[in-house]
Structure formats: structure tokens, C-alpha cells
């Protein structure tokens, strides 16, 4: 539904009314927490790592206090810098965000990050389309220093912003209720397995 409003929306602005991806977001890097104190005890805050963006539940925890850490919360967009380009928006419990891994925000309050979800899927899917190689390919500044989106003044990004706003808090009040039952059939099982 989201896809439908933003190709609908975007569909009435000129192809060349383009603008640099730094004009709507912020990317913000995570930091290089040590992996000889992770732990699996549920020590500390859920470590966000590349595999756990697409299920939202980490096993890795770290109590480390870095002088630079950036926390995850519902509904941040994430994306992987190696391997496969998808952004990922958070569902699961405020954790920290690990290396290779960078969150984007809006640059303003009246942009709307489903705006930033829907814009960059295509871009980040292309740039995977494109790179190629045997090795572990890995996405980062000078990719996003080439990256262009459609310009919207700030009374359009309110108008899809009110539209995206409903959709994109149920998605996240269905996925967290989701994953809390998901837990709690865990920990059912694993009590009716003793």
C-alpha cells in the first residue's frame, strides 16, 4: 500500500527534478564493539549485526560503553553495507548498532522515513544489481556520495507524510506484537520441553 502512494506520488514529479540523497538523510555508521565481549546471556544491549537485520532478533549482546554508540529503536531503516543492499526497517528491542551496519534518519522532522525506505529499496537493489565479483561485495560513502533522489518541497513530504504515517505505525505495532508472541512461544516451548 505504501509502494502504491509513493510510485503514485512521486509519478507527478518531473523524472530531472532530482536532489543528492544527503538532502533528506543522515546516515549514521555503527561502531566496532569488541567480539571478545559479546555475550549470549542477555548481557547488555541486543548487538545489531547485518544477520539480524531481517529478523530483528539478535543472540548477541554487548555491555561494552563506546565514547561513540548509536542505539536502534522500532522503526529505525537499516541497511547492511556487505553483501546484499536491503534496507530493513527495526522491529525488535532497542539494541546497538554494530559496524558494517548504518541506520538512516531524516534530515528534517517533516520527512517521513517510510519516504527514505520506499527512495532507497530501488537505488541500494540497482547498486546490487551492478556490483559484481567473486568476493563479498560491500556498499559505503562514494556510493552514497553518487546517490540522487526525486526533490520534494517540504509541503509535499507533509502531504505523503500524513498518508504514510497510519500505515507505517501499524506495520510497526504488528511486527513488535508479532515478534512478542514469537518470544513467547519460545519460552513456551522450551518449558513444556523439560
Not at 38 to 53: A, H, K, M, Q, S
Request: glycine content about 6%.
Amino acid at each position: 500500500m505504501a509502494w502504491t502512494i509513493y510510485k503514485d506520488f512521486i509519478s507527478e514529479i518531473p523524472n530531472d527534478q532530482t536532489e543528492s540523497i544527503y538532502n533528506v538523510l543522515n546516515i549514521v555508521n555503527g561502531a566496532p564493539f569488541a567480539s571478545d565481549l559479546f555475550n549470549t546471556e542477555g548481557v547488555g544491549y541486543p548487538l545489531v549485526r547485518i544477520r539480524d537485520l531481517s529478523k530483528c532478533d539478535p543472540d548477541v549482546f554487548t555491555n561494552e560503553k563506546l565514547s561513540r554508540m548509536e542505539y536502534v529503536n522500532p522503526g529505525d531503516i537499516l541497511i547492511g553495507m556487505d553483501g546484499e543492499f536491503v534496507p530493513h526497517i527495526w522491529f525488535g528491542h532497542v539494541g546497538v548498532l554494530n559496524q558494517r551496519v548504518c541506520k538512516v534518519t531524516p534530515v528534517e522532522k517533516f520527512i517521513h522515513p517510510m519516504f527514505l525506505y520506499l527512495t532507497l529499496k530501488p537505488i541500494l537493489s540497482e547498486i546490487q544489481r551492478t556490483q559484481g565479483g567473486t568476493t563479498v561485495i560491500h556498499i559505503g560513502k562514494k556510493d552514497f556520495d553518487k546517490m540522487e533522489c526525486i526533490c520534494l518541497l517540504p509541503e509535499q513530504h507533509s502531504v505523503l507524510g500524513k498518508k504514510f504515517s497510519p500505515i507505517y505505525d501499524l506495520y510497526i505495532a504488528n511486527a513488535q506484537e508479532t515478534f512478542a508472541l514469537s518470544e513467547m512461544l519460545d519460552v513456551l516451548l522450551s518449558k513444556l520441553s523439560r
